[in-house]
Every structure is written in C-alpha cells, then in structure tokens.
C-alpha cells in the first residue's frame, strides 16, 4: 500500500488501467469484426453450393433424384452435400467424413420453404449446416442440406487471439515501464525540491533550489519557491536587525542612567548636584519612554491590533492643530513655522494618527533645522488625493540615504538624531499611518537646500 502513496505509482496505474480497457475494447472489436467476415465468407460458400444445386433442379424443371446429376466429390471445406425429395426422403448424399446425423424438423422446415442453420460436430470436425428448399416452376420439390467446415475459421481466429494476447501484454508491460519511467523523470526535480527544502530552517535561509528547471510547472513551483525562501529570509534577517537595533537603542540610556548613578553614589554631594544627575537620568528615561511607545506602536502596528477610525476630518483643522502645538519647540529655536492655507479638505481618516503623523514631520523639521530657519505646511488637492508638503531649510538628506529613511531605526546622522533625542522611529511610524490610511509617503531633498515630505491621502 506504501507504494499507493506515490504520485509516480499512482499515475502510472491509472495511464496503464485506461490504456488495458482501450486496448481490450478494441481487440474485442476486431476479434468481433474478423469473426463476423470469417463466417459471411461460410455463408456464402454455403449458399453458393444451394444455388448451384438449385440451378440444376431448376433446369430440369422437376426435381427428379435419378436425373440430377450432382457433383459427387465435395467442394472445398464441403464434408456433405444431402438431398431430400418433396416427401422428406434423402435421394443424395455424397458424406466424406465421419456421419452427421440428420435433422428432420430442418428438413420439414426447409419443405415448407424456410432457411434453416444448424452447428454439429461429427467426429473432430465442426460444421456449419444450412437446409434449404429446392424449388422448380415457383413449387417446393425438395430440400438441400450442406455441411461446411468452420475449422479454418475457428483456427484463423485462435491464431489471432493468441496474437492479440501476446500484444496485449507486450503493450500493458512496455506501458507500464514506460509510464513508470516517465513519471519518474518528469517527478524528480519534486524529490530535489523536498530534499533541499527539508534543508532549508530558520536558522538558515540562505539555501535556495536553484534548480535549472524549464519553464512549466514545476520549474514554476520551484522558482516560487525560492522567490517565497528569499522574502521570508529577508523577513527574518529584517526582525533579527530589528531586534538588535531595539536592544542597542535601549542599551544607550540605560548605560547613561547606570554611568550617571555611579558617579553620584562616588561620594556625597549636594542637593544640586543630585538634582543634576536626577535631570540626566530623567531625561534618559524620557528617551526610554519614547522609544519603548513607538516600539509598541510599530509593533502593535505590524500585528493590526491598532483600530484606525474613519472619520470625517477637515485637513486644515489638524494641520494647524500641529502647526500650534509644535510652536514653543520651533520658538526655542527661533524657527518660523507658516501655514500655507489652501482652503478647507475633507478627510475620512483617524484624527489622532493623522496628527501623530504631521506632529512627526513637523517635529523633525524643527530638529533638524538649523536656529533661524523655516518650516512650512501646506497642502492642495491632486485628482482624488490631498498632496500635503511639509519642508523645511535645514540640512536636507544625502541623497544616499533617501531610500532608507523610512526604515526602522535608520538614521542619517546617528549622532545629531541622537543628541536631539530622537529614536529612529518617527518615519516608519509616519509611513505605517500613512499607508493604513490608503496613502503614502515620500521624501525629496537636494542636500543644502532643505527636506520636503510629500504625503498623498486619499479625499473622501
Ligand atoms: P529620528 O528619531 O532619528 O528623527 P526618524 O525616523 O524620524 O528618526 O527620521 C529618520 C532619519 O531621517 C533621521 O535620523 C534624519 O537623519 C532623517 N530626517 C528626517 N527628517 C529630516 C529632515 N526634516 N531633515 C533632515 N533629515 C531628516
């Protein structure tokens, strides 16, 4: 039964099962069609004999046994030529072989002028007899019977069922090693494929099939595979990254907390300079703090436990609600925020993500850019997209690192993130709200002239 559990078994014994049935219906429809044939050619040797009989009797115009003159030496294959005169009594018989007994109700059926057919067997012979009446002027004046061998027909068809025997199985053998032959072949590459799939673990994603497959469709099985292996080791490689950035990016505060907190406990100070360190690690936990909420977030995210609310929301309203409450910020750093008022748009959207999401750029800009410059929001309409800008006239971003902005934890400049206390995440979370919303982010910036990020959401 183990075998039963191989598709190159099983497909095998199905082709050759369908193959067996064809190949027996069409031998049993010639062995019938060749029968057929072998036994009308009987017949009408059989009736050939009646007629020539018959053309006697008829050309007499009586039928009168002492003037007939029959061929007394049988025909081909004839064992007996029998006939009969109008009262039932058999006038002629020219019987060769061993006796073949006679059949009166034939006899009586052929006198009242029917056709009658009979099989005996006399001796090792078969034969085929037919009894018909002998007529002259329109009148039944007799009957004939023949006998005819069917033992050429009979030995012509043994021979051909033994042939058809022989190539029936020669066929059902050759079938089945060539189907199983097939099958194996077009079934390998699916025993490479488990076999160095069974290889391939989490730990080691780096093993692809590779295998040099045509294009059909387990070469396209084979190549999806592979594309599947590549994006789950680029998952995994991704979360490994993750994991580490996390951690590192915590190590830092606690390494300040721990350095400032053994410094102090050194020896006695006074109260300002506990309140000094106390600042220190306060501001570490700040950071702490930040950065373990917009990990939660991200991961909260990335499992689609974060409901967003679709609510009607007028664009300008939240934009300046922004633009107000990053303000202080910008002043400590004598930076002007402007609004480019572009006339109210209607939103379907979460209120409080859209804000986290403008609250992160605008937060960004006033970071990054330098004591006296500028940041400005502005937004229009584009198709059914509201397109909202927010730049600034800082630094901008080398363009090498463009691409990456968006990724967790990547910075352009470690350090100045660092010193301004940021954690590396604002840009993905912005990127995530974006897209929940069905929109999307992207940053421009030629360096020295400044950053602008572009987010497209769609109207209502
Ligand atoms: P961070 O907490 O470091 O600001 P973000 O994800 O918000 O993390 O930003 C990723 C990086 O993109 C920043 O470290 C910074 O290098 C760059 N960046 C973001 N906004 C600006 C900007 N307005 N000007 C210049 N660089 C920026």
Redesign the pocket.
């Known amino acids: 039964m183990g075998a039963l559990r191989s598709i190159r078994v099983r497909l095998t014994l199905l082709y050759v099962a369908l193959l067996a049935v064809i190949l027996a219906a069409f031998a049993i429809g010639v062995y019938f069609a060749l029968r057929e044939a072998l036994y009308s050619n009987l017949d009408d040797s059989l009736d050939n004999r009646v007629a020539l009989i018959q053309s006697i009797v008829a050309e007499d115009g009586e039928f009168d046994p002492a003037h007939i003159g029959l061929p007394g030496d049988p025909f081909e294959h004839e064992e007996f030529a029998r006939v009969y005169d109008a009262s039932g009594e058999l006038v002629f018989d020219n019987t060769a072989g061993a006796p073949v007994p006679e059949d009166p109700a034939d006899v009586q059926a052929a006198l009242s002028g029917r056709t009658a057919e009979r099989r005996e067997r006399a001796g090792s012979v078969h034969l085929v007899i037919h009894t018909e009446p002998l007529r002259a002027d329109n009148a039944i004046v007799g009957a004939v019977e023949i006998g005819l061998s069917d033992d050429d027909a009979r030995d012509t068809l043994g021979v051909f069922i033994l042939i058809l025997a022989i190539a029936y199985a020669a066929s059902v053998i050759v079938a089945t090693g060539a189907g199983l032959l097939l099958a194996t072949r077009a079934l390998a590459p699916i025993d490479r494929l488990t076999g160095v799939a069974r290889r391939i673990t989490a730990d080691d994603l780096s093993q692809r099939l590779n295998l040099d497959l045509p294009d059909d469709e387990l070469g396209r099985l084979a190549r999806t595979f592979d594309e599947m292996i590549a994006r789950l080791d680029d998952a995994f490689r991704r979360q490994r990254q993750f994991t580490a950035d996390a951690s590192h990016e915590l190590r830092t505060p606690l390494t300040v907390i721990k350095g400032q907190t053994e410094v102090a406990l050194q020896r006695d100070r006074d109260v300002e300079g506990y309140k000094e360190v106390l600042r220190a690690v306060n501001s570490e936990v700040d950071r702490m703090i930040r950065l373990v909420s917009s990990l939660l977030t991200l991961a909260r995210a990335d499992a689609r436990q974060i409901p967003i609310a679709r609510e009607p929301v007028s664009l300008g309203e939240v934009i300046r609600d922004a633009a107000d409450q990053i303000r202080p910020a910008a002043a400590a750093k004598t930076i002007a925020v402007s609004v480019r008022d572009a006339g109210d748009l209607r939103l379907s959207a979460d209120q409080d993500l859209l804000l986290q999401l403008l609250l992160?750029l605008l937060d960004?800009?006033v970071?990054?850019t330098p004591s006296g410059g500028s940041v400005e929001v502005a937004w229009s309409r584009t198709g059914d997209h509201a397109e909202i800008r927010v730049s600034?006239t800082?630094?901008?971003?080398p363009p090498e690192?463009l691409p990456h902005?968006f990724d967790r934890f990547?910075?352009?400049?470690t350090a100045r993130?660092r010193a301004e206390g940021?954690?590396?995440?604002?840009?993905?979370i912005s990127r995530w709200i974006a897209e929940a919303h069905g929109g999307a982010i992207r940053a421009e910036s030629a360096p020295g002239h400044g950053?602008a990020f572009i987010v497209h959401l769609p109207l209502v």
């Open positions: 992160n960004n800009a970071k990054y600034d800082g630094p901008g971003i690192d902005i990547y910075r352009a400049d993130s940021g954690v590396g995440l604002g840009l993905s950053a």
